[in-house]
Nanobody, 123 residues
Framework: QVQLVESGGGLVQAGGSLRLSCAASGRTISSYPIAWFRQAPGKEREFVAAINRSGATYYADSMKGRFTISRDNAKNTVYLQMNSLKPEDTAVYYC?????????????????WGQGTQVTVSS
């Protein structure tokens, strides 16, 4: 099974950028559809973006144009580039791997999860 470790979170001012990394071990990351989710305090976990085995991507409507998901097969890592950050983007960001074909936007579609990385956007 695959193990996922997120990194790259931190404190950034509104309008700034961060790049999150999701590093996989134990398996080749391109063998799985990978998604990013986030969970703000007191809120449910929500879908952010996903990339399937062939590299096709999908975004939540509120992230389109600001966030970009990508994959580096040589580094066995998926990235989430986040630009024009807003205070409402503050959350713990998680990456997840699925075993089904296609792409899912719900938590239950994914089988393996990382521990999360905190992103805080100050106003």
């Amino acid at each position: 099974q695959v193990q996922l470790v997120e990194s790259g979170g931190g404190l950034v001012q509104a309008g700034g950028s961060l790049r999150l990394s999701c590093a996989a071990s134990g398996r080749t990351i391109s063998s799985y559809p990978i998604a990013w989710f986030r969970q703000a305090p007191g809120k449910e976990r929500e879908f952010v973006a996903a990339i399937n085995r062939s590299g096709a991507t999908y975004y939540a409507d509120s992230m389109k144009g600001r966030f970009t998901i990508s994959r580096d097969n040589a580094k066995n890592t998926v990235y989430l580039q986040m630009n024009s950050l807003k205070p409402e983007d503050t959350a713990v960001y998680y990456c997840a791997a699925g075993t089904r074909y296609g792409l899912g936007t719900s938590e239950s579609w994914y089988d393996y999860w990382g521990q999360g990385t905190q992103v805080t956007v100050s106003s």
